[in-house]
């Protein structure tokens, strides 16, 4: 059987989730891919923490250099969040000979053009499936299966976090506060929940996918953007009254040349499909000139769904490379 080694940056939530997806379905992933995967560093200071699992002291270290001298690494898989030291990290891997890939939307969006670069200049994949809708494979659709498609708009839910409070004040009349604690608890939330309730998050996100649905490239901070921090629940009960529903909405369309984009909380009818789409689901919408209306849906955020991504993205590279 072929091997590949990877090293995980970053041990927080979505990188345990990653760690304990191999654990769980690793006979799966070998009988589906002839591939051993092994995990041969983790980059961590804390590592002390419970996180409910078994590593090799060996695994565990603080110096990126260590990783990145390290012929045998494959794959470098970055879940540090943050832009400057995960950004630096992942082009160091690159310009190390390995692929990167990463879940990480607020360095994809703020580097894309320097990381899809490096990754070419370097002859390496760089793969962000787990950037956009957690574990719903919205990247590889749009780029594979849907690819011969012209995208007219799309739309969509994507993110996690305020799904679930917005779902939460409509549908058990709970308090913001309580429901974003139970968001954080149950891991959907940034470190830092402002990026999430004030739509910086989606908006990274709209951003990677403008990149990659219309080809252009519009800067997170260039999008109009507006959060659901001001959201009342006298304004859910209004909304209910007009049998609708509010969800924080990322849009983008196209008309001639011109695109126009925005993330909003938006009143959405009860009969809309997206009024369906609750707690940390996510679902995109697109119309395609071929084939007409798409919409993808899945859990947008959490450990294992995210970590689904991730390993989608590993192994596609793992294939790649032990075909070579
Ligand atoms: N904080 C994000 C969310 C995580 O709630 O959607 C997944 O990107």
Redesign the pocket.
Known sequence: MKKINIAILGLGNIGTGTYKLLEMNRKHIEQATDIDFQVKWILEKYTELDRGIVVDPKRWTQDPDEIMSDPCVDVVVELLGGIEFSTKLMIDAMNAGKHVVT?N?AAVAANFEILTETAEKNGVLFRYEA?VG?GIPLINAITTSLVANEWVEFFGI?????NFILTKMTEEKLPYDVVLSE?QERG???ADPT??VEGI?VAN?LSILMSIVFGKRVRPEEIPTTGITKITSRDIDDAAKDNCVIKLLASAKKVGDEITCSVEPVLLNKKHPLSEVND?F?ALFLKGNAVDDVMLYGK??GPLP?ASAIWGDVIEIGRSVTNE
């Open positions: 879940a939307k950037s957690g994507l993110n996690g976090t305020t968001a959907f939330a940034e990026a999430d998050d996100k940390e996510n947008g955020a995210t």
